[in-house]
């Protein structure tokens, strides 16, 4: 019986260490060859090799070809390329000027290093990373706001927004939900969808997923902590019926995040719709206790109330964090 | 019909049934241990109260 037990257990460790290790390849889809690629100045990429390549193969320029991630048809022109003396880095100069917000795309074709082919690489660049994943973070949560600015998620934010506690409780829960489900769809869009070319079956996959962590959360948080449970009451059902959590895996989708962009982007669109249900539910308490004329009593009211949060959002609109 | 579009169709029916019979069962499982004891009176109480809601 023990060794049963301890067998199902050690199953349950290599799915999950299976789980954590694709993730973490996930990540990092670099070519071995290459350490690093970053943008250097306003029309320069610079790639740095593991180990020195051979000058006449770095400075010919055909045969690199850079592109922004979401035009792969339009090939940015290069203007020089020098390699620096211990021919560990190669700079790319464009004519010009890049749009460093955009991820871009790097093909290098048949790298030499000491008269040997190290094969062909593609890389993304992209700006400094930590600060690319605040923005992301911060993007989904207030700049974006999925309440406020795409008006998506409305029927739970006027549902749930009457009462601070049930507002905060709400929060986490979907918070949790969101990068639990959002995470699992950017998993089975890149490794299952995509090589199998099912990628037209989106939506149906994530609505599966999103029912499905729904009922797992709520299976676990019945037994695990009745409590919490308790609480949560009927919103982590009601979290099904949400359209940001929908919204986010097709976004992902779309712009073909990574799994930490991923984490950043559902992680950001649970705490905005928490930052959302809070504000609102602050304003909602008071009101009750305000004159209303009848006629704008209850709904009404709160609607005019989002339009006017929307309103104070739109300040945020076209900010860039880095 | 198009065999390339029949292959897609048939592989999409067999990885999506798989995917699905998986978390079928992963939650089956998880719904088995995870079980919580219910009073069965409870349901037969509320079975038999009057209530719309």
Redesign the interface.
């Known amino acids: 019986m023990l060794t049963v037990a301890t067998a199902r257990r050690n199953a349950l460790y290599c799915v999950a260490a299976f789980f954590m290790l694709s993730l973490v390849l996930g990540c990092g889809k670099e070519y071995r060859f290459i350490k690093a690629a970053s943008f250097k100045g306003p029309r320069g990429i610079s790639i740095t090799f593991a180990g020195p390549v051979d000058e006449k193969w770095a400075k010919d320029q055909a045969n690199y070809s850079i592109n922004e991630k979401t035009d792969p048809d339009i090939y940015l022109r290069i203007a020089a390329i020098s390699l620096r003396p211990d021919r560990l880095s190669v700079t790319i100069t464009l004519e010009e000027d890049i749009n460093q917000k955009a991820t871009h795309t790097l093909a290098i074709k048949g790298i030499v290093s000491e008269g040997r082919n190290m094969g062909s690489a593609i890389v993304d660049v992209k700006k400094f990373y930590l600060g690319y994943l605040l923005s992301i973070l911060m993007g989904a949560m207030i700049i974006n706001n999925f309440v406020f600015t795409k008006y998506l998620g409305l029927c739970v934010f006027f549902g749930t927004s009457q009462k601070k506690s049930t507002a905060i409780g709400m929060g986490i829960t979907f918070t949790i939900v969101m990068v639990a489900s959002a995470m699992m769809s950017w998993f089975?869009y890149q490794f299952?969808l995509k090589p199998?070319?099912?990628d037209f079956?989106q939506i149906v996959?994530f609505i599966?997923l999103v029912s499905?962590s729904v009922?797992?959360v709520d299976?676990?948080l019945?037994?695990?902590n009745?409590v919490l449970f308790k609480a949560f009451g009927v919103y982590l059902v009601l979290v099904i019926a949400n359209c940001i959590i929908i919204a986010v895996p097709l976004i992902l989708a779309d712009n073909e995040y990574n799994a930490i962009e991923s984490l950043m982007l559902a992680l950001g669109a649970g705490l905005g719709f928490l930052i959302a249900l809070f504000l609102m539910s602050s304003v909602r308490e008071r009101i009750e206790l305000a004159d209303v004329p009848p006629t704008f009593k209850g709904l009404p009211i709160a609607f005019i109330l989002g339009g006017l949060f929307a309103l104070s959002f739109m300040g945020f609109s076209g900010m860039s964090l880095f | 019909m198009d065999p390339v579009l029949l292959k897609l169709a048939v592989g999409g029916l067999a990885v999506l049934g798989c995917i699905g019979l998986f978390f079928g069962v992963g939650l089956a499982l998880a719904a088995h241990k995870f079980a919580v004891k219910s009073n069965p009176m409870v349901e037969e109480v509320l079975e038999v109260l009057a209530g719309a809601q």
């Open positions: 089975l299952v199998f070319r099912l079956l996959v599966g499905l009922q797992a299976t676990i019945r037994k695990v009745p």
